[in-house]
């Protein structure tokens, strides 16, 4: 079974890219309409691929709430041939490492191999059938869906896991990112193997992936290895994409837990990835409350107030906008108290934007601690898969430090207030009694 990570790990990340000069991406398109993102590295002998599909939670409906999920979970435990235990045992004859992602958007696997000819060609033969050829055991299906089961009965006793989950459904409903990454008892136990099928023909396309290879391997070779997973895969036109969903109606919801710590969570639909706004909002938002001490609601929630140990806000720029999440853990009874100042140092923030020494500090941080971001080729795989995933530029990396010191008072100002609405947010409580 795949590891699974969320979405907003993965967007932090993505957030968080340095400048990283002299990276040479190269790209291309299969004749199966498979994009390609490649970058060369002889610097060790490996090699990390990864496949994405447009295949994460949004792309479920709220009667198969899960199918996205027990999917993607499913493609390694049992594939053309290879039982679940036999395709673990050839990747551990090899040193090699099958990974997975899976958030609101995608869904993807991917491999880290030795790349000397033996050991690689062996992992490439486990990840081809991995995408080509998943079987879906019933057996395995129904052990795997159990799993799952267990983890939502786990999630309904975090008063985290009921925040978030209720604070996505309340800007999104029940629909594309409202619905639960993990899906829901009811969607997962109304599943057939034949959803399965259905599902991983229709979603996961080889005109709709996305392949990301780093390492030592020649550009020819690249292309080869590109060629077989992407001829493999189910053929076809891409698969529509779900409408972006309606903003819900604005609104307050209290949900009764018994614990003497209240989750609070405010927030509004924010921007998409390729947001023209997106590096005003990021930059400010670095300000505001994504700074850690250095940010304004920490410094008023925190450090002013003692009304919580962690104040944070971000935006969470997906495919199709994502949030904008302000949140705290604070007592019961100062739940209220806590929320009013956090909604304050919004608006006065909106108001006024940041000044320029804050400013100032602000890109400070951000340049100054890329360095740090980028220490292995695992770790630019995941950069490359998003810029390919997400369709940014090639100079994306190499532009990004620029973008940043670019960005002026003015331009943030002027986009949090066309933005974001601090009187305009659904707020969500978990603790203490229900009101």
Not at 344 to 363: C, I, M, N, R
């Amino acid at each position: 079974m795949f590891a699974k990570r969320l979405l907003a790990p993965l967007v932090i990340l993505l957030l968080a890219l340095p400048a990283w000069a002299g990276v040479a991406i190269q790209h291309w398109t299969t004749p199966q309409g498979t994009r390609v993102y490649f970058v060369e590295n002889h610097d060790i002998p490996m090699l990390d691929v990864a496949v994405d599909f447009p295949a994460g939670s949004r792309f479920d409906t709220a009667g198969k709430s899960g199918l996205a999920a027990l999917t993607h979970g499913m493609l390694d435990q049992g594939a053309g041939g290879l039982s679940d235990v036999l395709i673990a045992q050839r990747l551990a004859d090899v040193g090699a490492v099958l990974g997975g992602v899976f958030d609101q958007d995608r869904a993807g696997v991917s491999l880290r191999s030795l790349s000397s000819a033996r050991e690689r060609d062996a992992a490439f033969g486990v990840l081809a059938a991995v995408l080509h050829q998943p079987e879906f055991p019933q057996a395995v299906m129904q052990r795997e869906r159990a799993r799952m089961l267990a983890q939502l009965r786990d999630e309904e006793a975090n008063p985290g896991e009921i925040a978030e989950k209720a604070f996505y459904q309340a800007l999104y409903g029940n629909q594309g990112y409202g619905l639960p990454v993990s899906g829901t008892a009811r969607g997962l136990g109304g599943l057939k193997r034949g959803d399965l099928q259905a599902w991983y023909k229709a979603r996961y396309r080889a005109g709709d992936a996305v392949i990301s290879i780093i390492g030592d391997l020649r550009r020819a070779e690249a292309e080869q290895l590109a060629l077989r997973l992407a001829s493999g895969l189910p053929q076809g036109a891409a698969a529509a994409a779900p409408a972006p969903a309606k903003p819900m109606p604005l609104g307050q919801k209290r949900i009764a837990y018994p614990s003497s710590q209240s989750h609070v969570l405010m927030g509004e639909i924010g921007m998409a990835r390729n947001d023209p706004d997106y590096f005003a909002l990021y930059v400010g938002n670095h300000v505001l409350g994504g700074g850690g001490f250095d940010s304004r609601i920490l410094e008023e929630v925190r450090q002013k107030r003692g009304y919580a140990y962690s104040a944070y806000s971000y935006f969470i720029p997906m495919a199709q906008p994502g949030p904008l999440l302000i949140g705290l853990q604070t007592k019961n009874a100062q739940a209220e108290d806590a929320l009013k100042v956090a909604r304050d140092t919004v608006a006065g923030f909106v108001a006024g934007g940041p000044s320029e020494a804050e400013l100032a500090q602000a890109k400070n941080n951000l340049v100054g601690g890329f360095p740090l971001r980028i220490d292995s080729n695992k770790k630019i795989l995941d950069y490359l898969r998003a810029i390919g995933f997400y369709r940014l530029p090639l100079t994306y990396l190499d532009d990004w430090v620029g973008a940043v010191q670019g960005v002026t008072l003015e331009q943030i100002k002027d986009a949090f207030q066309r933005r974001v609405n601090p009187e305009g947010m659904s707020v969500v409580i978990v603790g203490g009694n229900a009101g």
